[in-house]
């Protein structure tokens, strides 16, 4: 009886180390402590965009990245070329799978300088993601890319931000990483997912999301809600609106035509 009762206790003891070597790897960290300051920014009439901090913690020997996502949407845009010498729209291209909000930042420039092209993050990863259908000629896919890219960063709605992720001492077992990015004017009311991983070696071994909300307030949010809720009403005072504004510029410009 004696010889099953050791190789269980053996088993026993192969498991419990089993067990605790896992836990001591980096991917063992149960949370990152990733923090939004604010958590929830509000869009109102005179609305230019807004700073957001982020801080959390990483395993040592650990760098970070941290994404910034709205939700995916469909697009057309229409395509120019040129015709009898003159430019003009020769096409519609429908993308869909692209966010409508990228930002992506970093610890170390290296994890951003777009040579890793199997890395989860990133343009490289977002490339895969995005599809383009319609009026497109065989092997554009590259050139459409990177033109769409282009587009949403002077949108000020994608950037890719090398080296801002700030390291320092947390104390005890884990690294402080703090950073600011900032949502641009033109910010879309939504959910917001902010994703901060901690990466070695090219590969993630741990990560926490949190939601940052954007909600419309004060006088766009009554615009908003008149428009979804009370069709109708908005509709007279759309048209209100108008010819009073009218009356009001003749007024303006007649008077000062008599001078």
Do not use: C
């Not at 190789?7 to 896992?22: E, K, N, T």
């Not at 429908?94 to 610890?107: E, H, K, R």
């Not at 170390?108 to 383009?132: D, H, M």
């Not at 990466?199 to 008149?226: E, K």
């Amino acid at each position: 009886m004696q010889g099953p009762r050791k190789v269980q206790s053996m088993a026993a003891v192969l498991l419990g180390l089993f067990i605790v070597l896992g836990a001591s790897g980096p991917a063992a960290a149960a949370s990152l402590d990733l923090l939004i300051v604010p958590e929830s920014v509000g869009i109102g009439a005179f609305f230019q965009g807004q700073e957001v901090m982020v801080s959390g913690k990483i395993p040592p020997g650990t760098e970070a990245v941290l994404e910034v996502m709205g939700t995916k949407a469909r697009e057309k845009l229409m395509r120019k070329g040129r015709r009898a010498g003159l430019w003009m729209n020769v096409g519609e291209v429908d993308i869909s799978g692209a966010p409508s909000l990228y930002l992506v930042m970093s610890t170390k420039p290296e994890l951003l300088s777009g040579s890793e092209t199997e890395v989860p993050w990133g343009y490289p990863a977002l490339k895969k993601k995005i599809n383009f259908s319609g009026q497109i000629q065989e092997g554009e896919r590259t050139e459409l890319q990177n033109q769409f890219l282009e587009l949403k960063e002077s949108e000020k709605l994608y950037a890719t931000l090398p080296g801002v992720l700030k390291v320092s001492s947390a104390g005890g077992d884990s690294l402080k990483v703090k950073g600011t990015f900032r949502l641009p004017a033109n910010v879309k009311p939504g959910a917001y997912k902010v994703r901060l991983s901690a990466v070695q070696n090219g590969q993630v071994v741990t990560q926490q999301s949190f939601d940052l909300q954007v909600r419309m307030v004060g006088f766009p949010a009554l615009l908003s809600a008149l428009a979804y809720e009370h069709g109708a009403l908005y509709g007279i005072l759309a048209v209100v609106l108008a010819i009073v504004t009218g009356f009001v510029m003749g007024y303006l410009f007649k008077g000062g035509g008599g001078h």
